[in-house]
């Protein structure tokens, strides 16, 4: 079945450093989201991409959608204390709607 | 590493009939799981927020009636959907909090004809 997979798994970066984390998954995927989980929370719809290769920019956080559709990644520039947390990355397969998750990628910012 | 499933992974009933969704941590113990519901192309919406030995918190808009969440061990919540409709149909995924993360059940697809 469909896998996605999230590296690194954590990252501990000083704050103003900038922060990346990779989704792959095995199959080509309709569209990928990215949620954030902040500590005892749930998890948090941040963006959803669709076309390939395609870019996205909240403030410090920059999204990207490989071309083939089976690769993503979310850069924040500058990490505040503010962004701490686990990022997580989903994408349905090709055909279906059904989420697969990645297992997260758990920021810490020293500050 | 730590798993969650779900049961059953998809299930087709008539309407007015109720159906009951299990998500089970099956190598940690998880005394918060949640409960999210994902329509086509749309993304999570929590629906509820389970807690081990008390009561379910619900989101604004979700009916408790409607969706009997129980969390009566550590490893285990269900998700009752009473009295289903063909507007109930969707995409149903729990999530159990191991540690400081969560781990995410391979949902259930409900059909209601």
């Known amino acids: 079945g469909q896998q996605v997979m999230q590296i690194p798994q954590y990252q501990h970066v000083q704050e103003g450093e900038d922060f990346t984390t990779y989704c792959n998954s095995s199959?080509?995927?309709?569209?990928i989201q990215w949620y954030k989980q902040r500590p005892g929370g749930h998890p948090v719809f941040l963006i959803q991409?669709?076309?390939?290769?395609e870019v996205k920019k909240q403030k410090r956080l920059t999204f990207q959608f490989g071309e083939a559709k089976k690769n993503s990644s979310l850069h924040i520039t500058a990490t505040q204390t503010t962004d701490v947390g686990t990022y997580f990355c989903?994408?349905?397969?090709?055909?279906?709607?059904?989420?697969?998750f990645g297992k997260g990628t758990k920021l810490s910012v020293i500050p | 590493g730590a798993v969650v499933s779900q049961h059953p992974s998809w299930v087709i009933c008539k309407s007015g009939t109720s159906v009951k969704i299990e998500c089970r941590s099956l190598d940690f113990q998880a005394t918060t799981m949640f409960w999210y519901r994902q329509f086509p192309k749309q993304s999570l919406m929590l629906m509820a927020t389970?807690?081990?030995?008390?009561?379910?918190?619900?989101e604004q808009g979700v009916e408790k009636d409607k969706f009997l969440i129980n969390h009566a061990s550590l490893t285990l919540s269900t998700l009752t959907v009473t009295s289903a409709h063909p507007e109930d149909s969707s995409f149903y995924i729990c999530s159990a909090e191991g540690g400081e993360t969560q781990y995410f059940g391979p949902g259930t697809r409900l059909l209601v004809l």
């Open positions: 991409l669709v076309k390939s290769g």
């Open positions: 389970s807690n081990e030995g008390s009561k379910a918190t619900y």
């Open positions: 199959t080509t995927l309709s569209n």
């Open positions: 989903a994408g349905p397969g090709a055909g279906s709607y059904q989420l697969t």
